[in-house]
C-alpha cells in the first residue's frame, strides 16, 4: 500500500466512527486503528464489531489499547477489576454488550459469565490484537514506547499505558511515532487544542472525541502526513471528565 489511514481512540463514538471510515480508500490504504474503540462512550458493542468487520474485510491493523485491556483484565479477574473498570468507562462498555443497569443488577462474575457465553467471538477476537505496527518510518502504537532502551523491549505496560516519560523522552529510535492514548489537549498543556500534536518525532492524534472534541483520521504516504481529517463531536461540549 502507497499510504495508511490512521483512525485515533474512539472510545464508543460509532457515528464519528463510520463518518471518518468514509474517508478512508482501501484501494491504496492500510487502515489502522490506535486502540480505545471501548468504554466511556455508549456503543463500544457498535464499534468492537465495526472494527473486527474492518479487520476481517480490509485486514485493518486494529491495535491493543489500555481500555481494551482493561476490559480482557476484568473478563480475567471480574471481582478485582470490577470497581476500577467501572470507574474508568466499563459501565458503558458492559451496558453496551447487555443492556442498561446491568453493573446494579447482576454481580461481576455474573456479567463476565453473560459476556464470555454471548461473546466467544469477541474476546478471541480482543485477545489476538497486536501491540504496535511497523511501516517504513512510522511505528504506531497506542500509548508510546519505552525511550531508554531498543523500543521493541518495552514493556507491555508501556505499549499501553506509557505517558510522560514517553511524551518528554528523547526519540532517537529513528522512526516517528503515531501514537493516541493521551488526548492532544492535554499534550498541548491547554485542555482545548484538538489538533494533532507534534514533537520530536512523535505524533499524537487522540483528539478527545468521546470527551466532546474530535476524532482523527490521519493519511500518511513515505514522506509525511498527506491529510488529516478532524471530524467534531457534535453532541455535546468539551467535557474532559477522565
Excluded at 466467544?120 to 502504537?141: A, M, N, T
Aim: some cysteine.
Amino acid at each position: 500500500m502507497e499510504q495508511v489511514f490512521v483512525i485515533g481512540d474512539i472510545h464508543g463514538e460509532i457515528d464519528m466512527f463510520r463518518e471518518i471510515l468514509q474517508k478512508f480508500q482501501p484501494e491504496k490504504q492500510q487502515l489502522i486503528l490506535i486502540g480505545d474503540l471501548n468504554d466511556r462512550g455508549l456503543k463500544s458493542k457498535e464499534c468492537w464489531l465495526l472494527g473486527m468487520e474492518v479487520v476481517d474485510k480490509y485486514q485493518a491493523v486494529y491495535l491493543r489499547g489500555n481500555h481494551e485491556q482493561y476490559f480482557l483484565d476484568f473478563i480475567d479477574n471480574p471481582e478485582d477489576w470490577f470497581p476500577s473498570y467501572l470507574y474508568n468507562g466499563g459501565k458503558e462498555t458492559i451496558e453496551s454488550l447487555l443492556h442498561k443497569g446491568a453493573t446494579d443488577e447482576y454481580s461481576p462474575t455474573e456479567i463476565v459469565m453473560m459476556i464470555r457465553s454471548r461473546y466467544k467471538k469477541l474476546l478471541e477476537f480482543l485477545h489476538e490484537r497486536p501491540f504496535y505496527y511497523e511501516w517504513g518510518k512510522y511505528l504506531f502504537v497506542h500509548a508510546g514506547v519505552n525511550l531508554t532502551k531498543d523500543w521493541q523491549k518495552s514493556s507491555l505496560q508501556d505499549f499501553l499505558w506509557i505517558r510522560e516519560a514517553f511524551h518528554e523522552g528523547e526519540n532517537k529510535t529513528g522512526k516517528t511515532i503515531v501514537f493516541g492514548h493521551t488526548i492532544t489537549p492535554m499534550l498541548y498543556g491547554d485542555m482545548q487544542t484538538t489538533a494533532l500534536w507534534r514533537s520530536d518525532g512523535k505524533i499524537g492524534i487522540d483528539g478527545g472525541a468521546v470527551f466532546g472534541g474530535t476524532l482523527h483520521g490521519v493519511v500518511f504516504d513515505k514522506e509525511g502526513v498527506v491529510h488529516d481529517y478532524e471530524i467534531p463531536n457534535l453532541n455535546g461540549p468539551w467535557q474532559p471528565d477522565f
